[in-house]
T-cell receptor, first 116, second 116 residues
Framework: AQKITQTQPGMFVQEKEAVTLDCTYD???????LFWYKQPSSGEMIFLIY??????QNATEGRYSLNFQKARKSANLVISASQLGDSAMYFC?????????????FGKGTHLIIQP | DAGVIQSPRHEVTEMGQEVTLRCKPI?????LFWYRQTMMRGLELLIY????????DSGMPEDRFSAKMPNASFSTLKIQPSEPRDSAVYFC??????????????FGSGTRLTVV
């Protein structure tokens, strides 16, 4: 079973609109962390936002916020007031604390295209 | 800080040749990860080190792949002999628990490997 599921392979959004990118995860650990990365066409992986499983508040970083619904095991990324420069691949990832697993497990990604 | 530095940025080699990818982690980070990105399989964790010691190499595809970390500031990923199916983008990343709850996972710019 996939540990990270991103159900939107691609999205087209008008500039200045808000965008929600979906991410669901699967873990039996009580302690885990959820990450979102942006990968523009140049290829680098850019860290956007982090949510810990015990964090009671949803994480926010500038125009990025993470809609964390623990019972549903979802960690959707919300981008407010989208810009042309937001066009990129977006990856959701998880780090599980149990079993000594220290690497990140990534979803397949969502290709976001912002249209003028 | 210069970030995670990978070299080369691009590598084109012939099938059967040995390929060595290099990575310099962020100073002070005690974890180093090697990931591979392909269209078919997405981002996969190959191997990771903690304090220069390999912890989990279960993601290494086969014996043709090997990785070393002789000191805290340098790691290599070697493929010998290389095959066309090894063509991918290889990322190095580093992190540290001391950074904070998100561990400061930082990726290098990647090496795009093409085996012809």
């Amino acid at each position: 079973a996939q540990k990270i599921t991103q159900t939107q392979p691609g999205m087209f959004v008008q500039e200045k609109e808000a965008v929600t990118l979906d991410c669901t995860y699967d873990t039996s650990d009580q302690s885990y962390g959820l990450f979102w990365y942006k990968q523009p066409s140049s290829g680098e992986m850019i860290f956007l936002i982090y949510q810990g499983s015990y964090d009671e508040q949803n994480a926010t970083e500038g125009r990025y916020s993470l809609n964390f619904q623990k019972a549903r095991k979802s960690a959707n990324l919300v981008i407010s007031a989208s810009q042309l420069g937001d066009s990129a691949m977006y990856f959701c990832a998880m780090r599980e604390e149990g079993g000594g697993a220290d690497g990140l497990t990534f979803g397949k990604g969502t290709h976001l295209i912002i249209q003028p | 800080d210069a970030g995670v530095i990978q070299s080369p940025r691009h590598e084109v080699t012939e099938m059967g040749q040995e390929v060595t990818l290099r990575c310099k982690p962020i100073s002070g980070h005690d974890y180093l990860f090697w990931y591979r990105q392909t269209m078919m399989r997405g981002l996969e964790l190959l191997i990771y080190f903690n304090n220069n010691v390999p912890i989990d190499d279960s993601g290494m595809p086969e014996d043709r792949f090997s990785a070393k970390m002789p000191n805290a500031s340098f790691s290599t990923l070697k493929i010998q002999p290389s095959e066309p199916r090894d063509s991918a983008v290889y990322f190095c990343a580093s992190s540290s628990y001391l950074i904070g709850p998100n561990y400061g996972y930082t990726f290098g710019s990647g090496t795009r490997l093409t085996v012809v």
